[in-house]
């Protein structure tokens, strides 16, 4: 099984915009122009002929004296100003010399003082405050309610708290047993295929209810040496979570069949080999939904970390929850199966009771004392919930 995880490199994406003004040289307008008044204007004597000469001093030219001058008003007007002027200056000296008052054209003139002084510097009390900084302008923000994300669940919770152990139940599809018997490959596989059908009928609603997406496994029956990505050559059928596929070994299985048909009593054995082959499907398909619950892979990171009989024992959790979710897809369709008591349900007890690793050279699936326990558990119940053998005591994962 591999631990690699289907994951690729960041997103690239295009690199970040950069921002800023662009600035560029200022704009001006053409330069004012000057404005131009009405050339300059010269003036000068007028130009013009010459004023014309009248007779000089003397007689006339017509031999006459010239008439007489008439006499001009002008000193009658001017003599009445020419002695007024006098008048207002004489009285203007007098004062000046006097010193008394006079009236308002004589008397000396007020004068005002001012309380302002100015400073040095004057000050403007009043004076406007010039920001220094732009003005911010407020955006209004939005209220973003962010929604703490919980923490994904440990490989703990993942085998204890798994959500399969609450979904209830399982519903009968009405699986029918096989007609085929292991005679051939082909009809080996043709049994294999009929309850993997079932199966894959009865699970996905439970592994929905997970939250987890339900995929069928593909499944290989091999009679030779077969190579897998988990283990290299199968030594007996298992689940690989790699490919997720089942490989049955129907080598095995055929030559039981064979073996079998020597016995005196044929019915009980071939009855013995249809209950193997049959819970050995239903215990590989447990793997499978470990695989999409999540529950494999926490339980294989825990048992990494640890070592010993502390190691075997969670192989031992992991093997028997297995065993158990096979019974109880057995259990819930015990009827249409030709599980509900007789021969045929009473040759799975005994293969549950024989199964177990006195039988092998590792402690790794569980003793044969406490494999009947968790198969009749999930047998009986047709749940998951008495499958949760991640919390059970060591004594009954021994």
């Not at 004057?122 to 309610?145: E, F």
Request: glycine share 10%; charged share 15%; hydrophobic share 25%.
């Amino acid at each position: 099984m591999s631990n690699q995880p289907p994951y690729g490199p960041p997103p690239q994406g295009p690199p970040p915009p950069q921002y800023g003004p662009q600035y560029g040289p200022p704009q001006y307008g053409p330069p004012p122009q000057q404005y131009a008044g009405p050339p300059p204007q010269y003036w000068g004597p007028p130009q013009g002929p010459p004023p014309p000469q009248g007779p000089g001093f003397g007689w006339g030219s017509n031999g006459f004296p010239p008439p007489p001058r008439k006499k001009s008003k002008t000193p009658f007007v001017v003599l009445p100003i020419v002695v007024l002027v006098a008048g207002v200056v004489g009285l203007w000296m007098w004062s000046q010399v006097s010193g008394g008052p006079g009236d308002d054209y004589t008397s000396p003139q007020p004068t005002y003082t001012s309380t302002y002084e100015p400073t040095e510097e004057p000050t403007q009390t009043s004076a406007p405050t010039i920001p220094t900084t732009r003005p911010t302008r407020t955006q209004p923000t939005a209220t973003r309610t962010t929604t703490s994300v919980p923490p994904p669940p440990s490989n703990s919770d993942l085998v204890t708290k798994n959500r399969l152990y609450k979904t209830g139940a399982q519903r009968t599809v009405n699986c029918r047993e096989s007609s085929a018997r292991a005679t051939s490959p082909a009809n080996a596989r043709k049994y294999y295929t009929q309850i993997l059908n079932c199966l894959n009928r009865a699970w996905p609603r439970q592994v929905a209810l997970t939250g987890r997406t339900f995929a069928p496994p593909r499944m290989i029956a091999f009679t030779g040496p077969v190579s897998t990505p988990c283990s290299g050559n199968a030594p007996s059928s298992f689940y690989c979570s790699a490919n997720r596929t089942i490989y049955m070994d129907a080598a095995s299985d055929l030559k039981r069949y064979r073996q079998f048909l020597g016995y005196n009593n044929r019915s009980t054995a071939m009855a013995f080999l249809r209950a193997d082959m049959s819970d050995t499907m239903a215990h590989e398909y447990g793997h499978h939904l470990q695989h999409l619950t999540g529950i494999l892979r926490a339980s294989s990171s825990i048992q990494y970390e640890r070592s010993g009989d502390a190691a075997l024992q969670m192989s031992r959790r992991l093997e028997l929850q297995a065993t158990c979710l096979g019974g109880v897809f057995l259990g819930a369709n015990k009827g249409s199966y030709g599980l509900n008591g007789g021969l045929f349900k009473s040759q799975l007890d005994w293969l549950h009771a024989h199964q177990g690793d006195e039988y092998g050279t590792r402690r790794d699936h569980g003793s044969r004392e406490v494999v009947p326990r968790w198969a009749n558990a999930g047998f009986t119940t047709r749940s998951p919930a008495a499958c949760n053998t991640y919390v059970a005591a060591a004594t009954y994962v021994r």
